[in-house]
């Protein structure tokens, strides 16, 4: 048996697609019943909250194998998991974490990240760490501006990175759930295109018809105000504002081949991703 935390988010959702697919037998984890709308129906559900260490047990039981998400900062989620995974006799952890783990000097994001590999790996449960770069559907970001002024703001400039569609990451996931030999591997996941942040936008032109100015922001602080106009907490902006100065530096960015090893096939594109998702830059 299967357990997937985050199965109402974009990855937990096609990885669920993914392993109904292939005819695995699994379990989703959700908080809220009713955000599992949508979810295969062939999947079991149960009501936990990874925040809650007394609800978890029923979700664990019979599991075998783990694929852990969890969001925010902190790494309390993560070692309710793997305490309720230990005692539940899991024999294997898919985690996802961040390319972020792997900079220099690590950024604060990257810091939230690998407390929470350290503590996979110090359960003793074989585990398999996945490190996906920046997500293509990080775009929609944008979109708001796109459609109601016709312009996108440029905090990274001549930094380039290599998006990758949360779609990939689902099915590298699958893979590695239902496939043997992963265990112990760290796997770092990228699209298969290196972009600026105005390539990007050229592309999403292109998708919807339109002309859209990329307008370069005077400070990062400009950007992370854009983003969370109502504020966003101290710290979850000191790191974006750090990430995106590192992002501007990175002139290189950085590209592997691990989607197509492991799936046998090349990354979806980002073009592809703009086509599908199109309408909504659309203007309203």
Not at 222 to 228: G, N
């Given at each position: 048996?299967?357990?997937v935390?985050?199965a109402t988010?974009?990855?937990?959702?096609d990885?669920a697609r993914d392993l109904?697919a292939?005819g695995a037998?699994f379990?989703v984890?959700?908080?809220?019943?009713?955000?599992a709308a949508?979810?295969?129906?062939?999947?079991e559900?149960?009501?936990?909250?990874?925040?809650?260490?007394?609800?978890?047990?029923p979700a664990?039981?019979g599991?075998?194998?783990?694929?852990?998400?969890t969001?925010?900062?902190g790494?309390e989620h993560?070692a309710?998991a793997?305490?309720?995974?230990?005692?539940a006799g899991?024999?294997?952890?898919?985690h996802?974490?961040?390319?972020?783990?792997?900079g220099?000097?690590?950024?604060a994001?990257g810091r939230?990240?690998h407390?929470?590999?350290e503590?996979?790996?110090?359960?003793?449960?074989p585990?398999t760490?996945l490190?996906?770069g920046a997500f293509?559907?990080n775009?929609?970001e944008?979109?708001?501006?796109?459609?109601?002024?016709?312009?996108?703001?440029?905090?990274?400039?001549p930094?380039r990175?290599?998006?990758?569609d949360t779609?990939d990451?689902a099915?590298v996931?699958?893979?590695v759930?239902t496939?043997?030999?992963?265990?112990?591997?760290?796997?770092?996941?990228?699209?298969?295109?290196?972009?600026t942040l105005?390539e990007?936008?050229?592309?999403?032109?292109a998708?919807?018809g339109?002309d859209?100015e990329?307008r370069?922001?005077s400070t990062p602080?400009?950007a992370?105000?854009?983003?969370f106009p109502?504020?966003?907490?101290?710290e979850?902006?000191d790191a974006?504002?750090?990430w995106y100065?590192?992002?501007?530096?990175?002139t290189?960015g950085?590209r592997t081949?691990?989607?197509?090893?492991?799936?046998?096939r090349?990354?979806?594109?980002f073009?592809?991703?703009c086509?599908?998702?199109a309408e909504l830059?659309?203007p309203t």
């Amino acid at each position: 048996m299967l357990l997937v935390t985050g199965a109402t988010g974009n990855i937990g959702r096609d990885l669920a697609r993914d392993l109904a697919a292939k005819g695995a037998e699994f379990r989703v984890l959700v908080r809220d019943p009713a955000r599992a709308a949508g979810l295969p129906a062939d999947a079991e559900r149960v009501v936990a909250d990874l925040g809650e260490p007394a609800t978890l047990p029923p979700a664990f039981a019979g599991a075998d194998r783990l694929f852990l998400l969890t969001a925010g900062i902190g790494t309390e989620h993560t070692a309710n998991a793997v305490a309720a995974a230990r005692a539940a006799g899991v024999r294997h952890i898919v985690h996802l974490s961040s390319m972020t783990v792997i900079g220099d000097p690590v950024p604060a994001m990257g810091r939230w990240h690998h407390a929470r590999e350290e503590i996979v790996r110090a359960s003793g449960i074989p585990a398999t760490i996945l490190r996906p770069g920046a997500f293509m559907r990080n775009a929609l970001e944008w979109a708001a501006t796109v459609r109601d002024g016709g312009y996108v703001l440029d905090p990274s400039g001549p930094g380039r990175f290599a998006p990758v569609d949360t779609a990939d990451i689902a099915a590298v996931a699958a893979a590695v759930l239902t496939e043997d030999g992963h265990e112990g591997r760290t796997y770092a996941l990228t699209g298969g295109e290196l972009f600026t942040l105005a390539e990007q936008v050229e592309i999403i032109a292109a998708a919807i018809g339109r002309d859209i100015e990329v307008r370069q922001t005077s400070t990062p602080e400009e950007a992370v105000r854009a983003r969370f106009p109502g504020g966003a907490p101290r710290e979850l902006a000191d790191a974006i504002v750090e990430w995106y100065a590192l992002m501007r530096a990175d002139t290189a960015g950085v590209r592997t081949g691990t989607v197509e090893r492991l799936l046998r096939r090349p990354p979806r594109t980002f073009a592809a991703w703009c086509e599908r998702n199109a309408e909504l830059f659309a203007p309203t």
